[in-house]
């Protein structure tokens, strides 16, 4: 009787390890893929016809304002993850640097939200397509929202209070 319990409790203890080593990799596995995005693939993304109201960040790895204002996106996309509200973060680290920049990054500070990293070889070309008023420094962060034409662009470190302002003002339906 004791054997067949003893048994019993190191199958269900290795099911059980067995269970979370597998949630572990697949996490792991969901939290390794960051696509490569060309400027078509975003332009047609920024203008879909949609009641849903993006927030667009532009950031890197090096640049640290831009490193210290996700902690705020981060969680306001948690906070507004059951609305209309979708975080799309361009990462503008060097594509061939995913592995050694990009990835480490993210297992330390994971976001919630769709990340990839924005790969456009002339800067000049896209960022008048993007913003025609960015000079071209990020963080650099554009809220939208293509139902009602409302749009606002800013080239700073926002706060978590400011972007909450910035989304509230884009998603107002009139």
Not at 5 to 29: A, G, V
Not at 98 to 106: A, C, D, S
Request: overall charge negative; glycine content about 2%.
């Amino acid at each position: 009787m004791i054997i067949r319990q003893s048994n019993q409790f190191y199958r269900h203890f290795f099911l059980w390890m067995l269970t979370c080593i597998c949630f572990l990799i697949s996490t792991e596995l969901r939290a390794q893929h960051v696509p490569v995005v060309g400027l078509s693939s975003l332009s047609d993304r920024i203008s879909v016809k949609s009641d849903t109201t993006y927030v667009l960040n532009f950031w890197a790895t090096w640049c640290a304002p831009c490193v210290r204002e996700l902690p705020h996106f981060d969680s306001l996309s948690v906070a507004y993850s059951n609305q209309k509200i979708k975080f799309l973060f361009a990462s503008l680290d060097d594509a061939k640097k995913i592995e050694t920049r990009v990835l480490p990054f993210l297992k330390k500070l994971p976001l919630h939200g769709e990340v990839f990293v924005f790969d456009e070889p002339d800067p000049n070309t896209w960022i008048p397509i993007i913003e025609d008023t960015w000079t071209g420094s990020i963080p650099a962060t554009i809220v939208y929202n293509n139902a009602n034409g409302r749009r606002i662009f800013f080239e700073q470190e926002l706060s978590a209070t400011e972007l909450a302002e910035a989304i509230s003002r884009v998603s107002i339906t009139e």
